[in-house]
């Protein structure tokens, strides 16, 4: 395994350390200079005194962090040429939630690529992934088995369409991450016909607008609360909410709730009856395997380096595909996206 790509980034506790350039990329705890890939909680931390990121996850951790999260900040166009010091640094769209990127990192003609969190499969709410070629690329592996090949996600809201069809007196609540998965989930409603309003948990309501100020139009939302009338309400209502609430009193307020949950884990059948659901949506804004795999032939690396998942089945695929890889066992990323 060369070690000369890690005099261009290195593994610390603190996360992915560029020593030329003094900076990490989503660091796990606070730094003096961060670029954060997008803004998720695992990857976009408050506390830095430098931030570099895109202009909508600036916006997104002043959303969920307040405007202070980090002494000074500054935006970074996808596909603007910047530098620090004498690395070079591109924005690239890693096409996972609003605002996600991967940022490619330049420096004496070597060239790496950290992808953060992505999915090369089409979704409306963000935009698309971009394959960039380099030296080396750092891949997720949150789905790094092969078991986890993941639906059509328009197929999966037309399930749920059907069901609401067929329970009319029931409410349909439904499990998705305030960030990224529950506007994907409504503009996925919206585009497969339904229009009538769709009711959101209080926790959605500040990124939803946000989605709908940047152009995502998401329909008629409205307050899920039965505090101005009664459960009959919401008979025959799709309404979402963050997975924290669904072992709350706030599900016990619906007609008959039936509990859907919208998830890549939601393939792995003992999962969704841990958490109770009867409608299981596998719904992913990660890449699946056989999408990690295609995207490492589509870069063509000459190392691979995969971190947060199911490491060991990505490399041992690349070592069985002539590709060198290794594992980065790096802590602090969670399945908080998904």
Not at 100 to 107: C, E, G, K, N, R
Not at 154 to 162: D, I
Not at 322 to 328: E, I, N, V, Y
């Amino acid at each position: 395994m060369s070690k000369r790509f890690e005099q261009l980034l290195v593994p610390r506790p603190e996360g992915l350390y560029c020593p030329p350039g003094d900076f990490f990329i989503d660091p796990v705890r606070p730094v003096d200079r961060a670029l954060i890939t997008h803004g998720h909680a695992d990857h976009a931390r408050a506390g830095h005194h430098h931030v570099l990121a895109t202009t909508q996850t600036l916006d997104i951790m002043a959303i969920r962090y307040g405007a202070e999260h980090a002494g000074q900040t500054q935006a970074a166009a996808l596909g603007e040429d910047i530098t620090i010091g004498d690395v070079a640094l591109r924005f690239h769209p890693a096409g996972h939630v609003l605002g996600s990127a991967q940022i490619a990192v330049t420096w004496k003609g070597m060239k790496i690529v950290a992808s953060g969190d992505y999915k090369p499969r089409p979704d409306p709410t963000c935009a698309p992934f971009e394959p960039v070629a380099c030296d080396v690329f750092i891949t997720e592996a949150t789905f790094g088995l092969p078991v986890f090949r993941h639906p059509d996600a328009a197929a999966e809201v037309q399930r749920l369409l059907a069901s609401v069809r067929r329970n009319p007196d029931r409410a349909h609540l439904i499990g998705a991450y305030s960030l990224g998965k529950a506007q994907r989930v409504i503009r996925l409603l919206r585009d497969g016909g339904y229009q009538a309003p769709i009711f959101i948990h209080g926790a959605l309501k500040k990124l939803c607008d946000y989605y709908q100020q940047q152009g995502i139009d998401l329909g008629d939302l409205q307050p899920a609360t039965v505090a101005r009338g009664g459960k009959g309400d919401f008979a025959g209502a799709v309404v979402l909410g963050p997975p924290s609430a669904f072992g709350e009193p706030w599900v016990r307020r619906f007609p008959e709730p039936l509990i859907s949950f919208a998830s890549g884990w939601m393939q792995i059948r003992q999962r969704a009856r841990q958490r109770g659901v009867e409608l299981p949506l596998v719904i992913s804004d990660h890449a699946d395997w056989d999408e990690l795999t295609a995207t490492i032939n589509t870069v063509a690396p000459e190392e691979v380096w995969v971190t947060h998942g199911r490491e060991e089945a990505l490399v041992r695929w690349c070592a069985l595909n002539g590709r060198r890889a290794r594992p980065l066992h790096m802590v602090g990323y969670e399945d908080e996206n998904e």
